[in-house]
């Protein structure tokens, strides 16, 4: 039996997952789900302890791990840090994965109806850049403090997730980075883009500074196939394609080892504490989490139907507030249920 650990987390977390890993067992898959219900932020409160090494060996222990979301304003950033950081860096999820497709077209922001069917990918490398946590600060508390964030680029590290976007690819490879103003990492990116393009010449190969790459993604995303950069510009435009496909209640992630295949899939929009217990969170982002969890486990059949049942029910309105409907997070993950 494969084994999914689940972290449900904080806020409206527990809400979602409950959706979604009720519809895992709709599909009638044989996972065995692990719930990991203590790691969150009032555990942490009362024991310091985000997540224990009890903790990790469970989620390394199994074949993959759904995530609610994690954060708490009491905690403060140091415990999602604790969380989400050593989870990313000791199982080395380097992929950030993140899908942007548009479910129906009331929901997209954008004028030009021949320009709202944006149906791409953002890859965003996820253990190094500016988020590596390397950097310090001196004379702190003075009118002198000096803070430094370094960006950290390796040619593994930079090299294995352009890779990854590769293999990805159907149409074209889109490279976003800042080359011109942030000149050493930016070479590397560059040298490690163009051997890789070499080795695909039946795509279509595209480069952009990431200015120019937010600007055309709001103009016209169907350009877009797979997008690729380093982890805080594809941190920025991950967020940006997910409002032009509806918003973030309906965007799925995943972050991936792309060498072991062990992945962590979690919905994108966050604890969201001003709405946590109303019932009204929009489940959508978690159930496609999990479509792409057990995708990964090779139930290609299965994740579609479930992305079909998605589509059928907010075509008909079946949805939470955000999305224009009236529905309950329970009953909106019940409409989506009653589609499979």
């Known amino acids: 039996m494969t084994t999914i650990t689940v972290i449900p987390g904080d806020g409206i977390g527990p809400e979602v997952v409950r959706e979604a890993t009720e519809t895992l067992e709709a599909l009638g898959l044989g996972l065995d789900l692990d719930v990991l219900d203590h790691v969150n932020a009032d555990t942490y409160l009362r024991t310091g302890d985000a997540l224990t090494d009890d903790d990790f060996a469970r989620v390394r222990a199994g074949a993959s791990t759904l995530l609610g979301a994690v954060g708490d304003p009491r905690a403060g950033a140091e415990y999602a840090r604790q969380v989400l950081l050593r989870l990313r860096a000791e199982l080395d999820l380097f992929v950030n994965y993140r899908p942007a497709k548009l479910f129906h077209d009331r929901l997209s922001p954008l004028r030009r109806p021949e320009h709202r069917g944006i149906d791409c990918v953002i890859v965003r490398e996820n253990t190094e850049g500016l988020y590596s946590q390397t ?178 029910a907010i075509e008909d309105g079946q949805v939470t507030p955000d999305l224009g409907g009236r529905l309950s997070t329970k009953d909106a993950g019940a409409a989506i249920r009653a589609r499979l």
């Open 135 to 312: 950097g310090g600060v001196l004379r702190a508390g003075t009118e002198h403090e000096t803070a430094l964030d370094i960006d950290i680029n390796t040619f593994h590290g930079v090299h294995r997730i352009l890779d990854f976007a590769f293999s990805l690819a159907t149409r074209s490879v889109c490279m976003v980075d800042k080359s011109n103003a942030v000149p050493h990492g930016g070479q590397l990116w560059q040298r490690c883009f163009r051997e890789l393009a070499h080795r695909h010449p039946h795509l279509e190969i595209t480069h952009e500074y990431v200015d120019a790459a937010a600007m055309k993604l709001v103009a016209d995303p169907t350009r877009f196939d797979v997008i690729v950069a380093n982890n805080s510009y594809g941190d920025i435009l991950s967020d940006l394609a997910a409002e032009l496909a509806g918003g973030l209640g309906t965007s799925a992630s995943a972050n991936i080892n792309g060498a072991t295949g062990f992945g962590l899939f979690e919905p994108v929009h966050g604890t969201a504490p001003d709405i946590a217990g109303q019932g009204v969170a929009n489940p959508v982002g978690a159930v496609l989490s999990a479509a792409l969890l057990i995708e990964r486990l090779g139930h290609a059949a299965e994740a579609e139907a479930v992305r079909n049942a998605v589509n059928g």
